[in-house]
């Protein structure tokens, strides 16, 4: 193994923001980073690249809609068409009310699913936690060092000037999801 | 952003982040006191009176009920359209507020989108009892069937209001159910009893809570807010069109759609109110749902309320406007007719009770505010018995004119669900974090005691502060 992974554990979110702006400057990778609820910003400072989510969302939508029409095309239009006081049996307006919910339908159930599968979220998954706490009020860096003792120094030392306050060092295999 | 050092912090008593955490689980880790098991007790008791009923009208048949040739459905949609009503306050908070990024949803959009779900899962009840027969409720489905190749009938509003409530439900459920993950991430991790931490451990889906998971969480949330806003009020448009398409004078007007959402919103945040008051006093929350939050829920009661009162006026000089002589009758009669006192009572709570809420020290009198909630859920209650009832008993035909009277089985079948309805909450505010927690501290930093002396501070030294959490380059989201 040439690399190992160095975790730096803070206690505040502002704290963190400036350390990963000074990690980042400093040239060494970020990994991943682990907080207690959605730091603003903190997506933005690490460089994740905005998700395409809204496309699965909109994409599912469209789907939603043509779904919608054309059930009702098929059922009242092609398949038994009822003469209700001769009106026309492509009503399109009385249409509109179930077209509009199956696309709502379609692009929330969609958009929830790829959340869950990109995140690789589902019940009964074992979360791997670096830190006890950090799902309530700690804030991990994940950051990756060449496996020697020089640059794990460094990375140590860069973490503790910027403000952690526990570091630990990869003890074996951990895979992060 | 510069945050005006007069507003009240959202978040009082100077909390670090372990003591949200705390708090908010506090009902969780410990077991329920004397007043929770009485509270549930009670309305446990009053839910099995509701069952009792309903099984004895499925036993029985919907001749149980108080129905007649005349007015062929009262109790039943009254109540359904009274507990969907309710629901949308919840969406409203969740949804809505989050769009327009009003930072005082984060600590009540939990409970009060849980609210949506049960007062979603009570107004099913009532259709699906007046089916009569609802083992064969899959009829309303389009699905292909036995009876040659008929369809359900897509022109009709009855079956969009399928469509639309469980659209409406599944969607507030998975909305809700995301929300929670995060928090069940962190009940997981705080819950010593080994049962509690392996159910905990299924529900919470695995979180870790990493950056890029909580960037996607923040994008999901918002395209499911902007799909939900139109959702909720395509919800009570459709329920509206029950009665707008219809001929019914009383009924049949364009206003109703605007006139049901505001209604529905209103109602709702008058139950919001009430769930509230009681919620923080009893779990000891009154540092998150702060008196600033309740003021804030006064005055959309009071905003709402005026619409409402707008809607009634409205519709009664249509009604002489339009020069139609049903439509005038049905209106006199709504209000001097024989049924004048359920007209005065809806009329009293809805557009009356509210109005005293301008009044500064009132609104922040909790009693007050409670037993005004408790008067605009019974005015909203009546609003619609009104519309319904009213409309349909003096119909065209003067020998058919006949007056309704709910027998004790529609009684028992309505105060049973609202036993189920509490009962579901206060199971909710011991299984699940009534707040939002992961929100609640996303926003501390920019609006808490501490935050706020901060900036007093500044201020006072002349000096523009510049939140940092709100930095010029993490404009883009």
């Known amino acids: 193994m040439n690399t190992k992974e160095i975790y730096g554990i803070y206690d505040d979110d502002h704290v963190l923001l400036d350390a990963v702006k000074t990690i980042k400057k400093k040239g060494f990778n970020i990994k991943e980073a682990f907080t207690p609820f959605p730091v603003h910003g903190l997506d933005y400072a690490l460089g994740i690249k905005y998700s395409r989510l809204p496309y699965v969302a909109f994409g599912f939508g469209a789907l939603g809609t043509l779904t919608a029409i054309l059930m009702q095309y098929y059922m009242f239009v092609m398949d038994w068409p009822v003469n209700i006081g001769g009106k026309p049996h492509f009503a399109l307006p009385s249409f509109i009310p179930i077209t509009f919910e199956l696309t709502v339908l379609f692009a929330s159930f969609s958009i929830v699913g790829a959340f869950l599968a990109s995140n690789g979220l589902y019940p009964g998954k074992q979360a791997k936690l670096i ?20 640059d794990i120094e460094n990375v140590k030392s860069l973490l503790k000037n910027t403000g952690a306050i526990t570091i630990k060092e990869q003890e074996e295999e951990v895979q992060h999801a | 952003m510069v945050e005006s050092p007069i507003r009240e912090p959202l978040v009082t008593g100077k909390k670090s982040y372990a003591q949200v955490t705390d708090d908010v689980l506090r009902p969780i880790v410990t077991a329920p006191g004397k007043e929770w098991w009485i509270a549930f007790l009670i309305s446990a008791t009053v839910m099995m009176i509701g069952l009792a009923c309903m099984t004895y009208t499925l ?16 109790f039943d949609i009254t109540n359904f359209v009274f507990w969907v009503g309710i629901g949308h306050a919840g969406t409203l908070i969740s949804a809505i507020l989050l769009l327009f990024r009003q930072g005082w949803r984060q600590s009540i959009n939990r409970a009060a989108e849980a609210m949506t779900i049960f007062a979603v899962i009570c107004a099913a009840i009532f259709p699906g009892l007046h089916m009569g027969r609802p083992w064969l ?58 049962i509690q931490k392996k159910i905990y451990n299924i529900l919470s889906f695995g979180w870790t809570g990493s950056a ?21 009020l395509s919800v009570h448009t459709i329920v509206s069109f029950d009665f707008a398409t219809s001929v019914i004078p009383g009924w049949h007007t364009t206003i109703f759609p605007p006139y049901f959402v505001a209604g529905a919103i209103f109602s709702g945040f008058g139950m919001v109110l009430t769930l509230m008051i009681i919620t923080r006093e009893v779990l000891n ?12 829920m006064c005055k959309v009661v009071i905003a709402t309320g005026s619409m409402v009162g707008l809607a009634y006026t409205t ?7 339009s020069g139609s002589i049903y439509e005038r009758f049905a209106f006199i009669n709504r209000a001097l007719g024989p049924y004048w006192w359920a007209y005065w009572a809806m009329f009293t709570c809805n557009v009356f009770s509210p109005q005293i809420m301008w009044i500064k020290s009132i609104r922040s009198n909790m009693k007050a505010v409670f037993v005004i909630s408790l008067f605009v859920n019974v005015g909203m209650w009546f609003e619609r018995y009104v519309i319904i009832v009213t409309s349909l008993h003096r119909d065209y035909l003067p020998s ?7 027998t004790w ?12 309805f509490f009962t579901l909450f206060l199971l909710f505010t011991r299984l699940l974090p009534v707040i939002a927690i992961a929100e609640v501290k996303s926003i501390m930093k920019v609006t808490s005691d501490e935050a706020k002396e901060k900036l007093t501070q500044s201020h006072a030294s002349g000096e523009l502060n510049i939140n940092v959490a709100h930095s010029p380059d993490n404009q883009k989201f």
Do not use: C
């Open chain 2, 137 to 194: 409720a899959f009829w309303v489905l389009p699905l292909p069937n036995t009876h040659g190749p008929l369809w359900v009938n897509f022109n009709s509003p009855l079956l969009w209001d399928v469509f639309a409530i469980s659209t409406y439900f599944s969607v507030s459920l998975i909305f809700w159910y995301t929300g929670l993950i995060p928090d069940l991430g962190l009940v997981r991790d705080k819950v010593t009893n080994p």
């Open chain 2, 59 to 74: 036993f029985v048949g919907i001749g149980t009920w108080g129905l007649n040739k005349t007015v062929g459905w009262a």
């Open chain 2, 212 to 232: 890029r998971a909580w960037h996607r969480f923040e994008i999901t949330s918002l395209v499911l807010a902007g799909l939900a806003t139109p959702l909720v």
């Open chain 2, 400 to 406: 058919s004119w006949q007056m309704y009277y709910p």
């Open chain 2, 285 to 296: 929350l009154k540092d998150y749902i702060t008196d600033g939050h309740m003021d804030a």
């Open chain 1, 131 to 150: 830190d006890p706490r950090q799902t309530s009020d700690r804030f991990v860096l994940v950051i990756e060092a060449a496996n020697s003792q020089e």
């Open chain 2, 409 to 420: 089985t529609e009684w028992g079948i309505m105060i049973g669900v609202f036993g189920i």
């Open chain 2, 315 to 321: 519709e009664f000089f249509i009604a002489w406007y």
